[in-house]
């Protein structure tokens, strides 16, 4: 069981926004910032969000992500196709001196 | 271009050891956190372990800690991950990481190796 929970899936129709949720606890989300990965079939994870709302270079601000409390969350505003992947947040845990992962939520574009 | 390629994979029985290795190159690896992150078939990330840029700060998740050692050679600018007394629930992908940090932002990572664990 993951220390971050998020839905195990999502989904929506092209053009549509949709959000991902990640809930922590205050040692891990609630002390520090969270990042979202996305991981493509078959393919390595890439980050998608950094520091809880930062977008890397070459990530498309369809993208987004914030946080509050001991939670974050995805937004993924004008849905496209290839925006199916899975997603995972992640953040530092203060009281297990770890990285921590959610356990993935699975996007579907209908 | 930054590019990770970690190499040592391979089918290994229970109790056995296998060391993976991550080679870096287009960037200053001196400079960066580096961690590795596994994935087991069908299932999720778990990050496994990371190290500072100088190698004086360690951090293990509970379920490796004593059994595999993180390890890094700035000159050579390789990783490195030695697993002993592997166990059956240790098969995964094992990916290697550039962070910006202990906490993440990992911006990086490579294509993976697969580890089996199996007799």
């Known amino acids: 069981q993951s220390v971050l929970t998020q839905p195990p899936s999502a989904s929506g129709t092209p053009g549509q926004r949709i959000t991902i949720s990640c809930s922590g606890n205050r040692s891990s989300i609630g002390s520090n910032v969270v990042d979202w990965y996305q991981q493509l079939p078959g393919t390595a994870p890439k980050l998608l969000i950094y520091e809880n709302d930062q977008r890397p270079s070459g990530v498309p601000d369809r993208f987004s992500g914030s946080k509050s409390g001991t939670s974050a969350s995805l937004a993924i505003s004008g849905l496209q196709s290839e925006d199916e992947a899975n997603y995972y947040c992640a953040s530092w845990d203060d009281r297990l001196y770890g990285r921590v992962f959610g356990g993935g939520t699975k996007l579907t574009v209908l | 271009e930054v590019q990770l390629e970690e190499s040592g994979g391979g089918l290994v029985q229970p109790g056995g050891s296998l060391r993976l290795s991550c080679a870096a190159s287009?960037?200053?690896?001196?400079?960066?956190?580096m961690s590795w992150v596994r994935q087991a078939p069908g299932k999720g990330l778990e990050w496994v372990a990371n190290?500072?840029?100088?190698?004086?700060?360690?951090y293990y998740v509970d379920s490796v800690r004593g059994r595999f050692t993180i390890s890094r050679d700035n000159a050579k600018n390789s990783l490195y991950l030695q697993m002993n007394s592997l166990r059956s629930e240790d098969t995964a992908v094992y990916f290697c990481?550039?962070?910006?940090?202990?906490?993440?932002?990992?911006?990086?990572w490579g294509p993976g190796t697969l580890v089996t664990v199996s007799s």
């Open positions: 287009g960037f200053t690896f001196s400079n960066y956190w």
């Open positions: 190290m500072r840029q100088d190698g004086n700060e360690i």
């Open positions: 990481t550039r962070d910006y940090y202990y906490g993440g932002n990992s911006d990086y």
